[in-house]
């Protein structure tokens, strides 16, 4: 009898750990969104609609841009609340965070959106310094220890291929940066051992095409180019959100 209640128990916990592979396999990935510089959450919200009507689970983190390690560690709490495996997705600045943040055990892959991807011991400043300048500065306006986009940037190098309503929406809800940010530096990056997927906005006055391109390629990342300015995932949402599929699909193989 003390046989066949082994067995029996034997069997159950086989056929649990069973059920719960299958369960695990094919599990949609958790994709978490982190804004960049002058935007918030909400720039996601194309992307994120869609992806909760194919199941995706999703969260958008709302970057204080207070410091590198304050948005890292804002990300990193959006990635203890994900079940399961997560993929990151970066815009411009939190590239940068999805760098550091991406080195967590549940991460399976980067997505990086016109978004920096820093090596270690990089700043915003020395990734910059590697191509020429370009006029983004001029249009910084500083408040209190903090660096703010003015109209007219927004609408010159920022987001200039989108209609006034919605340049004027970006203006309006943009979240500034502290100062300090330019010059936190990265530490271990996240894509030396993580899968990476980049698209370079060919448009793009905040960031620079070709440093996107230097960026994307020394990371090996699966990139595509497309025609628009920096604000990528509200002009080409689509295009966004496929690159984002790829991904999750190469990492339920």
């Given at each position: 009898?003390?046989?066949?209640?082994?067995?029996?128990?034997?069997?159950?916990?086989?056929?649990?750990?069973?059920?719960?592979?299958?369960?695990?396999?094919?599990?949609?990935?958790?994709?978490?969104?982190?804004?960049?510089?002058?935007?918030?959450?909400?720039?996601?919200?194309?992307?994120?609609?869609?992806?909760?009507?194919?199941?995706?689970?999703?969260?958008?983190?709302?970057?204080?841009?207070?410091?590198?390690?304050?948005?890292?560690?804002?990300?990193?709490?959006?990635?203890?609340?994900?079940?399961?495996?997560?993929?990151?997705?970066?815009?411009?600045?939190?590239?940068?965070?999805?760098?550091?943040?991406?080195?967590?055990h549940k991460v399976v892959g980067l997505v990086y959106i016109a978004a920096f991807a820093p090596d270690s011991g990089e700043t915003v400043l020395s990734l910059s310094a590697k191509v020429p300048a370009n006029t983004l500065a001029t249009y910084f306006v500083p408040q209190d220890g903090f660096m703010y986009l003015s109209k007219k940037g927004i609408e010159t190098i920022f987001a200039q291929d989108l209609m006034p309503k919605q340049q004027?929406?970006?203006?309006?809800?943009?979240?500034?940066?502290s100062q300090s940010v330019f010059v936190d530096k990265s530490g271990e990056p996240a894509w030396k051992a993580k899968a990476s997927w980049y698209i370079v906005a060919k448009n793009d006055g905040a960031i620079s095409p070709d440093l996107e391109r230097l960026m994307a390629k020394r990371m090996n990342a699966k990139t595509i180019e497309l025609e628009s300015s920096h604000v990528v995932m509200i002009t080409h949402p689509k295009e966004v959100i496929a690159l984002i599929e790829d991904a999750a699909n190469a990492v339920l193989k």
């Open positions: 009898m003390k046989t066949i209640k082994t067995l029996s128990i034997l069997l159950v916990t086989i056929t649990g750990t069973l059920i719960a592979n299958v369960q695990t396999t094919g599990t949609k990935p958790t994709i978490i969104f982190v804004h960049g510089i002058w935007a918030d959450g909400s720039c996601w919200a194309s992307e994120i609609t869609d992806l909760q009507a194919k199941g995706y689970p999703v969260i958008s983190v709302q970057n204080p841009v207070t410091s590198l390690a304050d948005d890292v560690a804002a990300t990193k709490r959006a990635i203890a609340m994900a079940s399961g495996n997560v993929i990151l997705v970066g815009h411009s600045w939190g590239g940068f965070v999805i760098t550091q943040a991406g080195n967590d004027a929406l970006i203006y309006a809800t943009q979240v500034p940066a």
